[in-house]
């Protein structure tokens, strides 16, 4: 997971570059990112999307991501992370955790009550929060709310700039990255400046791909083996004692102006080149969406068949939602549930095409015969 929207209760927090680490091992999602402001104010509060429910909230190596930003861009200013509001039911607060100068709250529920907890905790929402914060709920129900107080780091002797790295392990079958929450709140011109960072047991399969038509404002960076020094340096810091011997490391830089970045990243890290649609944001689930990521099967009208005919099954169309135009669609392999429609219709006007065909032949055979 990657990326958020920061929500400002007050002063004048603003945040100036974005870097996220997710990195997927045996079955783990491991999200890492840093919390860092600039400018004046109280606090701050940011909304990160979860693909699941973390099994582990903990405080980040303090060097990791830093590391990362080197291996690509060497030596440059470190990268970090940070986030927004969430939208209403009411959410359900599953974890709570203090770390640092962060109150860390793990919520589930949809958009909207997301966004009412929010409101009543303290933050103003952006008007376009309560369709970013749906287009998320409808693939999870799960956020992150985190909350800086100024006052408490101070306190702990914190400089503004600092950071605070927050690592989160998500059980999941797939790992994919927020990147819409990047542009909440602001102009469709605003330009997006943000780096993302996966690490994978094989080579990935991302939908959509950077630097290809769909996902000409990701900028390519690396899609290479790491490094035996980067996976050593990686595994000497806190917490990322997991990273085993070999994995796949791609980096791309997000650079995209914010009324275009309306998908967020899909991974297939399975081997299998299948990375969801639904998981870019690309493709609405089945609808009634249910509370998890599960798929929902629907009923389907029996059809006569057609003598000699196999009976269709007729899946309804899952709604291309919130892209780029359909003609900058790039088309990976689809997997079977994802795969385009069958027109009843045209399926049995075939039928009856192809039949009519066949009996003017035989009765042109049979005219031709007679006359000789």
């Known amino acids: 997971m990657a990326c958020a929207g920061l929500v400002t209760p007050g002063g ?4 100036v570059r974005t870097g996220t680490l997710a990195a997927y091992h045996a079955g783990l999602e491991h999200y ?3 919390f860092r402001f600039e400018g004046g104010g109280a606090e701050f509060g940011s909304i990160v999307p979860l693909p699941g429910i973390p099994s582990n ?25 940070a986030g927004r509001p969430a939208t209403a039911q009411s959410a359900e607060v599953i974890e709570e955790k203090r770390i640092d ?6 919520l589930k529920g949809g958009g909207a009550s997301v966004g009412d907890w929010a409101r009543q905790h303290g933050f103003k929402l952006t008007p376009d929060a309560p369709e970013v914060l749906d287009f998320y709920a409808e693939r999870s129900p799960i956020f992150m709310a985190t909350r800086f107080d100024a006052q408490a780091a101070q306190d702990r002797g914190q400089q503004q700039g600092d950071g605070t790295p927050i690592h989160l392990t998500i059980p999941v079958s797939n790992p994919w990255v927020p990147l819409r929450i990047l542009g909440l709140g602001d102009s469709g011109d605003t330009k997006i400046d943000a780096d993302v960072y996966l690490l994978t047991d094989r080579a990935p399969a991302l939908l959509p791909q950077p630097g290809t038509p769909l996902g000409f404002g990701l900028i390519p960076l690396r899609s290479e083996q790491a490094s035996d020094q980067l996976l050593n340096d990686l595994r000497s810091d806190k917490g990322m004692e997991w990273v085993p011997q070999s ?8 650079g995209e102006e914010a009324g275009r970045l309306r998908y967020d990243l899909a991974v297939d890290a399975s081997g ?42 007729v899946t309804a169309a899952p709604e291309i939602a919130l892209g780029p135009p359909p003609d900058q669609l790039i088309a990976p392999k689809r997997a079977a549930a994802e795969s385009a429609p069958v027109d009843l219709g045209l399926a049995v006007a075939g039928v009856g095409a192809l039949g009519g065909a066949a009996a003017a032949t035989v009765v042109f055979s049979r005219r031709r015969l007679r006359t000789r």
């Open 32 to 34: 890492i990112t840093s």
């Open 247 to 254: 994995m796949w490391f791609t980096a791309f830089r997000v």
């Open 272 to 313: 299998r080149g299948q990375p969801s649609y639904v998981c870019a944001g690309l493709r609405r689930p089945t609808h009634p969406a249910p509370p998890t990521m599960r798929p929902t099967t629907h009923p389907t009208t029996p059809v006569t068949p057609v003598p000699t005919v196999a009976p269709t099954t």
């Open 101 to 106: 100068a962060l109150d860390i709250t793990v």
């Open 12 to 15: 004048n927090v603003r945040l």
């Open 57 to 81: 909230i903990e405080r980040g190596g303090d060097w990791t991501l830093q590391r990362l930003d080197r291996e690509v861009n060497p030596p440059l200013e470190a990268s970090f992370a």
